[in-house]
């Protein structure tokens, strides 16, 4: 198990040095940084919903809340490391006394879609509908549907004048990414993570076994949304606004579609489906004559239909058979024939 984890590891440095050397290269580093970002996001519904079997709708909720986290601390405090801090730890705590309710009153499947779902919607309805001068926290104005301007963007640790932006925060996304991407690889390898893939195919053999269902699938509700509240938080200072826009319904169906377009039950997967699909989306946004959301349903059917493990797998599969069709082998013995007489 070790020395699988530490090519794990190793595998993952080469490569992740690889492409944030090239990718800059052939793409701006800011639109690398929202690609980045979308992958980081993409992950943290992949790790809940692939790994842990729990469909999630919600997940744009907690990116949504560690953006907005982000953004009031910022302003109240004038730095950014707290703050960030601040927005891992908000969603988390929502999302584990969220998943508490949902998982100890062992709600089915769908209950649980819906009940994140309609989280989701009040949320957004909410913070849409304080615009008002009344809704302030500390001197931060939640400002309705214009949103949460002018927050203090991420800057070196104990410096607030020492701001990270352009090249440089792409590169600390990056690095982020792979930091959380190296975490979820030793959580799965762990026995938590054995045991929350044994509950996904089979809970109640689990749950006979001793293990306690509710508690591991929140804790695991739980660090999903801590890993989409720090995409929020990178995702504020990107953009140096949040609105509630990243509460809506149609980014939780996008991350969804990121997670089954890239392959459910895969690392890279979501990664790959988030960053991808976004790019076509940044690049269809050019072409006034065509609609996104159209194509991106067009997408989603075509992988259903002919796809449904997703692209990673798929071409892991080929990959296979391709490599590994090609090995030689050995040759059957010939059977020696009897001499009579």
């Not at 790790?47 to 910022?74: D, E, H, K, S």
């Not at 149609?250 to 991350?255: F, V, Y």
């Not at 089954?260 to 990664?271: A, E, H, K, M, S």
């Amino acid at each position: 198990m070790g020395r699988s984890v530490l090519h794990d590891v190793i595998i993952t440095l080469v490569v992740s040095a690889l492409l944030i050397w090239l990718l800059p290269l052939m793409i701006s580093t800011y639109t690398l940084t929202v690609l980045v970002i979308y992958g980081m996001l993409g992950l943290s519904l992949g790790l809940i919903w692939g790994f842990g079997g729990i469909l999630c709708f919600g997940q744009a909720a907690f990116f949504g809340l560690g953006a907005y986290t982000y953004a009031i601390a910022a302003i109240n405090i004038g730095e950014s490391t707290l703050p960030m801090i601040l927005a891992v730890l908000v969603p988390a705590v929502f999302a584990a006394l969220l998943g508490a309710m949902m998982f100890y009153g062992r709600l089915a499947d769908v209950y649980l879609g819906v009940i994140t779902l309609v989280v989701t919607l009040i949320l957004f309805k909410f913070v849409n509908s304080t615009a008002g001068p009344q809704y302030v926290i500390g001197n931060a104005r939640l400002g309705g549907f214009n949103g949460i301007p002018g927050f203090q963007t991420l800057n070196v640790p104990g410096d607030p004048t020492a701001y990270i932006w352009g090249d440089p925060y792409f590169y600390v996304c990056a690095v982020a990414l792979v930091i959380v991407f190296l975490m979820v690889t030793w959580l799965l390898r762990s026995s938590f993570g054995r045991i929350a893939v044994g509950i996904r195919e089979n809970e109640v053999r689990m749950g006979l076994m001793g293990y306690d269902v509710a508690t591991r699938k929140t804790v695991l509700f739980a660090i999903g949304a801590a890993i989409a509240g720090l995409a929020g938080a990178l995702f504020a200072n990107w953009g140096e606004i949040v609105t509630p826009n990243l509460f809506s319904l149609g980014q939780s169906a996008e991350i969804i579609i990121w997670c089954i377009v890239g392959g459910l039950g895969t690392r890279f997967g979501p990664i790959v489906g988030a960053a991808g699909l976004a790019y076509l989306k940044f690049m269809l946004g050019q072409q006034s004559m065509i609609d996104n959301t159209l194509v991106l349903g067009l997408i989603l059917v075509l992988f259903v239909l002919f796809l449904p493990r997703g692209l990673v797998p798929a071409v892991a599969s080929l990959l296979n058979s391709i490599f590994g069709g090609t090995k030689r082998k050995p040759k059957p013995r010939r059977m020696r024939r009897a001499r009579h007489g």
